[in-house]
Nanobody, 123 residues
């Protein structure tokens, strides 16, 4: 069974950048779509970005288009979320998730979830 290990969060000023990482443990991401979701305090978890297997297709939430980039290194079993031009409203716990399907955008399509990594953007 694949374990999802997400990391890379931290505290950054508005306009700054962070790169989140999502690694597979106990298995590989081979054949899996991988997505990032986030949950801000008092709000429901929302979709941020997803990447297909092996990585030709990506999609983003409108609010992050042009600022965030999802990518994957299949040799390293790792998916990245590069976040630039961060805004205070990007503050949330970010979760990586893997889907046994090669393409997935809905939360209920994802089978394995990371523990989350906190991203805080100061104004």
């Amino acid at each position: 069974q694949v374990q999802v290990i997400d990391s890379g969060g931290g505290l950054v000023p508005a306009g700054g950048s962070l790169r989140l990482s999502c690694a597979a443990s106990g298995g590989t991401f081979s054949g899996y779509a991988v997505g990032w979701f986030r949950q801000a305090p008092g709000k429901e978890r929302e979709f941020v970005a997803a990447i297909s297997w092996p990585g030709r297709r990506t999609t983003y939430q409108d609010s992050v288009k042009g600022r965030f980039t999802i990518s994957r290194d299949n040799a390293k079993n790792t998916v990245y979320l590069q976040m630039n031009s961060l805004k205070p409203e990007d503050t949330a716990v970010y979760y990586c998730a893997a889907s046994r399907s090669g393409w997935a955008v809905k939360e209920n399509e994802y089978n394995y979830w990371g523990q989350g990594t906190q991203v805080t953007v100061s104004s």
